[in-house]
């Protein structure tokens, strides 16, 4: 079965916010996740040792974030990815901003669709 491309940067941007966050960097992209205060060091505790490609591979994608043009859109596909990742439950997420998770959920997967779109004609 194939993977359709939704599917592939959602897959993506998990597998660099786990990088990022084990990697420890001190500059760049890992100032991300201080916009997350509540998850930091929960995805952290997976460390691993990662290639410089795939430490590469995680900084571009995390870029990928900035493509979205509604902050509003980004910061909760933000917190849906990072609690994917490992770093929490995305229904306490959506509580505490007082959003319905079934619906940002649904709007998370149109905002891949159109991200997905965007990186295609990027490329």
Do not use: H
């Not at 660099?16 to 929960?42: F, I, M, N, Y």
């Amino acid at each position: 079965m194939e993977t359709s491309a939704p599917d592939q940067v959602l897959a993506r941007l998990m597998e660099a916010v786990e990088v990022v966050a084990a990697t420890g960097k001190g500059d760049g992209p890992r100032a991300v996740l201080a916009s997350w205060p509540e998850c930091q060091g929960k995805v952290a505790k997976r460390r691993r040792i990662y290639s410089p490609r795939m430490i590469s591979q995680a900084e571009e994608a995390i870029t990928w974030f900035s493509l979205i043009e509604d902050p509003d859109a980004r910061r909760a596909l933000q917190f849906e990815v990072m609690c994917k990742a490992g770093g929490g439950k995305f229904s306490r997420i959506c509580e505490k901003y007082g959003w319905k998770r079934s619906t940002v959920s649904s709007r998370n997967k149109v905002v891949l669709r159109r991200l997905a779109e965007k990186l295609e004609t990027l490329n």
